[in-house]
């Protein structure tokens, strides 16, 4: 009984201040909305990032006069390497066709060069990407190398445009969220005082503080909450059908936003939590500051 009086006036606070309802979970729908862009966007680069990390590859050119010994004991050393996977050799004559196979469509780039232009190489697959650099600086100066390269560049300045984005989303969704709390709390004070003469009376009866504070605690956590599953819905409706579709349009981009339903769950979870939360705050602000129960 004392669980469906607490729902019934829950609904009728919210009733009666529809239009301040709606606003509040507009703005936690918009606030959350943002604070699961940044979730999307954190799984998006974290499957770029893995993508790419497993097509890093340490590219040692060779000198012209490297001599036959000078390579096979340096691709000895380098397979003995723990961090690595295999070594391949790839001659000039290997280069050039491949150079040739690259840009097969523009001729001119490839017509003038002679076959054993291009330098012979070793191509080095990792084990693990964040062993480029520190290889390709103990290649660097080794016998017979011209010049060892790695492609993390480009791994760090995604890591780095993502750390920004995300900090710049992130930032403006926790503006939002307190706005939210503070749209919440107003809601619950309109609340408050349109049953003042009513929270009066039940004071005069007995009615503990809890008995008077549980509904409109109720009534701050439910608008979140109305606002987070909104957000959410909204997410899950982009992956369906933005996301997903891309990933076939563009098979070579599927991986990336390829989702799992354990990670859309998890985002939805964050949310939901997040929601509970900011409801949770608003009325708590309301109730300290207008309730005197």
């Not at 990390?53 to 590219?59: I, L, N, Q």
């Not at 390709?136 to 993390?152: H, S, T």
Request: glycine share 8%; charged share 20%; proline share 2%.
């Amino acid at each position: 009984m004392r669980l469906g009086y607490y729902i019934k006036e829950t609904l009728t606070n919210l009733k009666r201040n529809l239009l301040m309802s709606v606003a509040a979970v507009s703005t936690v729908a918009i606030s959350l909305l943002l604070l699961g862009g940044v979730l999307i966007l954190g799984m998006i680069v974290a499957n770029v990032t893995l993508n790419w990390e497993s097509k890093v590859e340490v590219s040692v050119f060779l000198l012209d006069d490297a001599t036959q010994d000078e390579i096979q004991k340096l691709q000895s050393d380098v397979q003995a390497m723990d961090e690595v996977e295999n070594v391949t050799f790839v001659s000039k004559a290997q280069a050039f066709e491949e150079f040739k196979e690259i840009y097969a469509d523009r001729p001119e780039l490839w017509e003038v060069l002679d076959r054993d232009a291009l330098p012979a190489s070793l191509r080095i697959k990792l084990n693990d990407a964040d062993a480029a650099e520190p290889i390709a600086a103990v290649l660097n100066g080794r016998p017979g190398v011209e010049e060892a390269r790695y492609g993390g560049e480009i791994i760090k300045r995604l890591l780095q445009v993502n750390s920004l984005l995300r900090t710049v989303t992130f930032v403006t969704s926790l503006v939002l969220m307190i706005a939210a709390a503070a749209l919440i709390a107003n809601t619950i004070r309109l609340a408050i005082y349109a049953r003042r003469d009513e929270i009066g009376i039940m004071k005069l009866v007995g009615a503990t503080n809890w008995f008077i504070r549980i509904p409109f605690m109720l009534e701050g956590v439910i608008a979140a909450m109305a606002g987070a599953l909104l957000s959410g819905g909204i997410v899950l409706a982009a992956n369906a059908l933005l996301f997903s579709r891309m990933g076939k349009a563009f098979p070579f981009l599927g991986p990336v936003f390829n989702f799992s339903s354990g990670e859309l769950m998890s985002v939805m979870l964050v949310l939901l939590g997040v929601g509970a939360l900011v409801g949770l705050v608003g009325s708590t602000m309301a109730l300290r500051r207008f309730l005197e129960v």
